[in-house]
Nanobody, 121 residues
Framework: QVQLVESGGGLVQAGGSLRLSCVASGSIFKINAMGWYRQVQGKQRELVAG???????NYADSVKGRFAIRRDNAKNTVYLQMNSLKPEDTAVYLC???????????????WGQGTQVTVSS
C-alpha cells in the first residue's frame, strides 16, 4: 500500500502565505513525478505545480511568481510554498504522485485526501 498525506492548509487573509506538505509512505520502490492540484466544487481539477523526478518544474500561469514547489527525496515529501495568496486561490489542494510500488513493475497515480485552503478578502 502507498499513502499520500497532506498538511498545512487553513484560513489566511489575502496577501498571506501558507506552506503545504505531502508525505508519501508505504511500499515505495521509486517516486517519480510529484505535484499539487486544486479543485473548487463544480469546477475541473487543475494542476497548480508539478516537479519531475529529475527536478523539472512547471506551474499554472495563475500561480507563477507566487507559488514554489520543492521536493525532499530523502523524506519522500513535496512542498508547496504559497505566497501573495488571493481569494481565487481558495480550493481543496490535493497532492499527486506517480509512484512505483515494490510489488509492481509500473508506476501508478496516487492521491492524497486533500487539504482546504481558504483565502479571505
Amino acid at each position: 500500500q502507498v499513502q499520500l498525506v497532506e498538511s498545512g492548509g487553513g484560513l489566511v487573509q489575502a496577501g498571506g502565505s501558507l506552506r503545504l506538505s505531502c508525505v508519501a509512505s508505504g511500499s515505495i520502490f521509486k517516486i517519480n513525478a510529484m505535484g499539487w492540484y486544486r479543485q473548487v466544487q463544480g469546477k475541473q481539477r487543475e494542476l497548480v505545480a508539478g516537479i519531475t523526478g529529475g527536478g523539472t518544474i512547471n506551474y499554472a500561469d495563475s500561480v507563477k511568481g507566487r507559488f514554489a514547489i520543492r521536493r525532499d527525496n530523502a523524506k519522500n515529501t513535496v512542498y508547496l510554498q504559497m505566497n501573495s495568496l488571493k481569494p481565487e486561490d481558495t480550493a481543496v489542494y490535493l497532492c499527486n504522485s506517480k509512484i512505483r510500488p515494490w510489488y509492481s513493475d509500473s508506476d501508478s497515480d496516487y492521491w492524497g485526501q486533500g487539504t482546504q485552503v481558504t483565502v479571505s478578502s
